[in-house]
């Protein structure tokens, strides 16, 4: 298996712009989860997917950040407008229910920067 | 609230045994995990534990005491390649989702 893949892996944009970032899970996986990674804030799960159904986005930080999983094998998160502190790295993770460690698969993340 | 504390920074000398501690305070506890992340790299699963006591996977274990609501991660014979953070990670009731901590930053001297 190829494991989670995101894309694109760097994304530098103005201000204002929107972004749209991506994620494959692993085949299979039934939960989808949406983190960023900042020096400042550390990991924050910003929503998480079951069965392509958003299940929790308290973590979505406002209304300019949208999560969508139109099926099983692809998610986007999309930004806008985006803003200079947005700026992170985006990971995406995947899990099979029942699992016997619930381990988390984790994509290589996409760095974003904001200017 | 929801939360796991762990050191920011722990430094240790190569071949050495290291320790990295995570207490947590909520509720719902299923498990706790242990990630480790290289610099400009995603995180990686280490390990879980379900149960108290404690799991080992080659030169890396991990422990759990839910009484004390406490865990840790060993590892033994340290190689410059395992600098690195580490996060412990809670599972919370049974919707697989992970709390997290804030990650032990691990310095390795030669």
Known sequence: DAGVIQSPRHEVTEMGQEVTLRCKPISGHDYLFWYRQTMMRGLELLIYFNNNVPIDDSGMPEDRFSAKMPNASFSTLKIQPSEPRDSAVYFCASTEAGGPSNEQFFGPGTRLTVL | GQSLEQPSEVTAVEGAIVQINCTYQTSGFYGLSWYQQHDGGAPTF?????????????????????????????????????????????????????????????????
């Open chain 2, 46 to 110: 280490l390990s879980y534990n379900a149960l108290d006591g404690l799991e080992e996977t080659g030169r890396f274990s991990s422990f759990l005491s839910r009484s004390d609501s406490y865990g840790y991660l060993l590892l033994q014979e340290l190689q410059m390649k395992d600098s690195a953070s580490y996060f412990c990670a809670g599972t919370m009731d049974s919707n697989y989702q992970l709390i997290w901590g804030a990650g032990t930053k691990l310095i390795i001297k030669p």
